[in-house]
């Protein structure tokens, strides 16, 4: 029969296992990736503003907000942006990083199966379509 302290240590040892690969599973499944694709010939700049679903005043429900240079037929990737939640999502393509060709708002939900992404297509219009 094992001794106490044996039973402890081993007892202790899975426990700090368990909780180190939970911790890891954590940090990065919970986080959204944003990727844009462009699918013009010009280059695009999109700007992307993450909003939290809680009803705090805009100034404080501000999550993420960054600009994306994508360059003709390229795509940008920006990875852990935010925490996986509810947000609305409101984003702005400027081609050839001036003229204003669409803006406009999508609501992330997130899928809760560890693969977190928001990705949209440029198109040949200027407009972004959710992928």
Do not use: W
């Amino acid at each position: 029969m094992p001794s106490r302290r044996s039973a402890l240590r081993a007892a202790s040892v899975a426990a700090a296992g368990a909780l180190a690969g939970c911790s890891r599973l954590r940090s990065r499944g919970a986080r959204v990736d944003v990727t844009l694709f462009n699918q013009t010939d010009a280059p695009y700049t999109v700007e992307v503003e993450f909003y939290r679903d809680d009803g705090a005043t805009e100034a404080a429900a501000r999550a993420f907000s960054s600009s994306f240079d994508v360059e003709p037929d390229g795509e940008a990737t920006a990875e852990g942006v935010v925490d996986a939640g509810r947000y609305l999502v409101r984003y702005y393509a400027y081609e050839g990083n001036s003229k204003l060709t669409d803006e406009d708002h999508v609501h992330f939900i997130p899928s809760g199966d560890e693969t977190e992404n928001l990705a949209f297509d440029i198109q040949e219009t200027g407009e972004l379509t959710q992928r």
